[in-house]
Nanobody, 119 residues
Framework: QLQASGGGSVQPGGTLRLSCTASGFSLGDYAVAWFRRAPGKVREPVSCIDDSDGYSQYFYADSVKGRFTLSRDSAKNTAFLEMNSLKPEDTAVYYC????????????WGQGTLVTVSS
């Protein structure tokens, strides 16, 4: 399973780091993605790291480029989403997911962690 954590309330311009810890499987065997769902909106992709081709490829939504950084620590079996210069429009529930490199299916989902950006 995946356990997402690190959400909270911050002021605009603040920083949060979300964590996504895997148990029962090796997170390194999966591409890792972060999604978010803002109030009243559909879920949208935020970031993804995929090394299916042997080298790490990163994806960032245009809305977070330059502000969010995805990384992972194999020793901790954990992925991180560092979020800087947070804006009120970043307010959402953030979910991490593990995508099967072979099938492309998301086999694992975290439970979501709430990020609130407000003054």
């Amino acid at each position: 399973q995946l356990q997402a954590s690190g959400g909270g309330s911050v002021q605009p311009g603040g920083t949060l780091r979300l964590s996504c810890t895997a148990s029962g499987f090796s997170l390194g065997d999966y591409a890792v993605a972060w999604f978010r769902r803002a109030p009243g909106k559909v879920r949208e992709p935020v970031s993804c790291i995929d090394d299916s081709d042997g080298y790490s490829q990163y994806f960032y939504a245009d809305s977070v480029k330059g502000r969010f950084t995805l990384s992972r620590d194999s020793a901790k079996n954990t992925a991180f989403l560092e979020m800087n210069s947070l804006k009120p429009e970043d307010t959402a529930v953030y979910y991490c997911a593990g995508r099967n490199k072979r099938t492309g299916e998301y086999d694992y989902w975290g439970q979501g962690t709430l990020v609130t950006v407000s003054s």
